[in-house]
């Protein structure tokens, strides 16, 4: 693929074969995995770019690039990503944290301010970007995690030794099935509410995520209907809901924690404008 071997060249050379494939982020998807193989930040490759690529990191990059114009994510390919400001391993059993769930974490940051006595239950923790994020600017002291997938929660205990948190209790557990008598002050969740009919639609890079971390049963509502129904048992007086939204089925979604002894119910949309985050106080 690579006939001039210098860095600028090189990274001329993915650009244009990364637009070709239709990828409309081919600037920053060329420059995120060539500094990935060299180690460094993006904004120092610039300084490189004379620097001769030896005949093996070639390989590899075309590699990488080959890959990335098959759709697979620059954050599968790399292994890494953001989240939070801090650095989170993926790979192919978890979901890639995505900015609109920043809001999330924002949206308990806020209410909590820091009284890191609170109790916070983490549903469907995937890579764990939730809880750890939580732990390490709320240093709330008490959060337990749960994910049905044993693999996944592999990844969110490595996350959390990465990231230098020791205190998250993580649980494999089906929704509030493990959870026995506990209590908690704040419940978060990301759940999967994508329905098979959107599914069909999904652009072909999200093909490359495990399909039970996006899709829902009862046309994308299953998680919402489980977790307004049975909820309630898990709470502490005054406690709290914070949850992300399928940004197509807010007013379904909100009537299901209306019916189910929520109040204060209160929608927070993201930086498209898209109703992203339900926030709602436990009748007891
Ligand atoms: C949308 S991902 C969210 C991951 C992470 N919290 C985030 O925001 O990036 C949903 C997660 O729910 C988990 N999950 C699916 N069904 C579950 C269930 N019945 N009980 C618990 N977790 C479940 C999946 O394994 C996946 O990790």
Same mark, same amino acid.
């Given at each position: 693929? /690579?006939?001039?071997?210098?860095? *600028?060249?090189?990274?001329?050379?993915?650009?244009?074969?990364?637009?070709?494939?239709?990828? @409309?982020?081919?600037?920053?998807?060329?420059?995120?995995?060539? +500094?990935?193989?060299?180690?460094?930040?993006?904004?120092?490759?610039? *300084? @490189?770019?004379?620097?001769?690529?030896?005949?093996?990191?070639?390989?590899?990059?075309?590699?990488?690039?080959?890959?990335?114009?098959?759709?697979?994510?620059?954050?599968?390919?790399?292994?890494?990503?953001? *989240?939070?400001?801090?650095?989170?391993?993926?790979?192919?059993?978890?979901?890639?944290?995505?900015?609109?769930?920043?809001?999330?974490?924002?949206?308990?940051?806020?209410?909590?301010?820091?009284?890191?006595?609170?109790?916070?239950?983490?549903?469907?923790?995937?890579?764990?970007?939730?809880?750890? =994020?939580?732990?390490?600017?709320?240093?709330?002291?008490?959060?337990?995690?749960?994910?049905?997938?044993? *693999?996944?929660?592999?990844?969110?205990?490595?996350?959390?030794?990465?990231?230098?948190?020791?205190?998250?209790?993580?649980?494999? =557990?089906?929704?509030?099935?493990?959870?026995?008598?506990?209590?908690?002050?704040?419940?978060? +969740?990301?759940?999967?509410?994508?329905?098979?009919?959107?599914?069909? /639609?999904?652009?072909?890079?999200?093909?490359?995520?495990?399909?039970?971390?996006?899709?829902?049963?009862?046309?994308?509502?299953?998680?919402?209907?489980?977790?307004?129904?049975?909820?309630?048992?898990?709470?502490?007086?005054?406690?709290?809901?914070?949850?992300?939204?399928?940004?197509?089925?807010?007013?379904?979604?909100?009537?299901?924690?209306?019916?189910?002894?929520?109040?204060?119910?209160?929608?927070?949309?993201?930086? =498209?404008?898209?109703?992203?985050?339900?926030?709602?106080?436990?009748?007891?």
């Amino acid at each position: 693929m /690579f006939k001039e071997p210098d860095v *600028f060249s090189v990274l001329q050379t993915a650009k244009y074969f990364l637009k070709s494939k239709g990828l @409309l982020e081919y600037k920053f998807d060329a420059e995120a995995l060539l +500094s990935f193989l060299l180690q460094i930040k993006c904004s120092k490759l610039p *300084f @490189l770019y004379n620097q001769i690529l030896s005949i093996e990191q070639l390989r590899q990059f075309e590699r990488y690039i080959l890959r990335r114009s098959k759709r697979e994510p620059v954050a599968y390919i790399t292994g890494y990503t953001g *989240f939070m400001g801090f650095e989170f391993k993926v790979n192919k059993k978890v979901l890639i944290p995505r900015p609109e769930t920043e809001l999330l974490v924002e949206a308990v940051l806020k209410m909590a301010k820091k009284q890191t006595e609170l109790k916070i239950l983490d549903l469907c923790t995937g890579s764990g970007c939730i809880a750890i =994020s939580l732990a390490k600017i709320g240093e709330f002291k008490t959060i337990t995690a749960i994910d049905i997938d044993k *693999f996944a929660l592999k990844v969110a205990k490595e996350n959390a030794k990465i990231n230098d948190i020791e205190s998250i209790n993580f649980i494999k =557990s089906n929704l509030f099935t493990n959870l026995e008598e506990n209590k908690f002050d704040i419940i978060i +969740s990301n759940p999967p509410y994508v329905s098979d009919e959107e599914y069909a /639609f999904l652009e072909k890079d999200l093909m490359y995520e495990p399909k039970h971390a996006l899709v829902a049963k009862k046309d994308g509502l299953f998680f919402y209907t489980e977790i307004a129904k049975n909820a309630k048992k898990f709470f502490n007086n005054n406690g709290h809901i914070f949850l992300e939204l399928n940004s197509n089925k807010v007013n379904q979604i909100k009537q299901l924690f209306v019916g189910n002894n929520f109040e204060d119910i209160e929608i927070i949309k993201d930086y =498209s404008g898209l109703s992203r985050i339900l926030k709602a106080k436990i009748l007891i």
